[in-house]
């Protein structure tokens, strides 16, 4: 076995760009020890210059970004109810004034975007299917 493929459950080599069982031989293409499934797989890998599954991230991450952004986005909720109703105190009871409700509501709403975007780039994959 080639030091880039590694084998799945019935043996078979895996791509080592996008992962799928290389099932054909016919099209199995290999490139500086890497076994790929294709030469669409080894020309991506060539281009990208290194591993994909080294700049993947976890699923954990993605999952606890996404409830950090439940979190800030409940703040600035709460942050925004109290500035409109003209309270100068945090849910916390720390009295910053309604500008200082405005201000912390838009640093959580940032907050929750910004954990957003982390948690949609952090579990976005392409489907094996969608990349042949």
């Known amino acids: ?26 099209t199995q293409v290999t490139r500086d020890g890497n076994a790929f499934c294709c030469n669409n797989c080894g020309t991506a890998m060539a281009k990208r210059g290194s591993h994909p599954a080294a700049e993947r ?21 709460d942050h925004a109810i109290l500035a409109l109703s003209s309270r100068s105190e945090t849910p916390y009871g720390i009295r910053v004034g309604v500008r200082g409700n405005v201000l912390l509501g838009a640093i959580d709403l940032l907050a ?19 990349l042949h």
Do not use: W, Y
């Open 1 to 26: 076995m080639a030091a880039g493929t590694s084998e799945g459950s019935a043996g078979a080599a895996e791509c080592t760009h996008c992962g799928s069982s290389i099932a054909d031989s016919s």
């Open 57 to 77: 991230r976890s699923p954990l991450m993605a999952k606890l970004a996404l409830l950090a952004t439940g979190v800030f986005l409940g703040g600035a909720i």
């Open 112 to 130: 929750a975007l910004l954990l957003a975007r982390a948690a949609g780039s952090a579990g976005a994959s392409t489907p094996r299917e969608q």
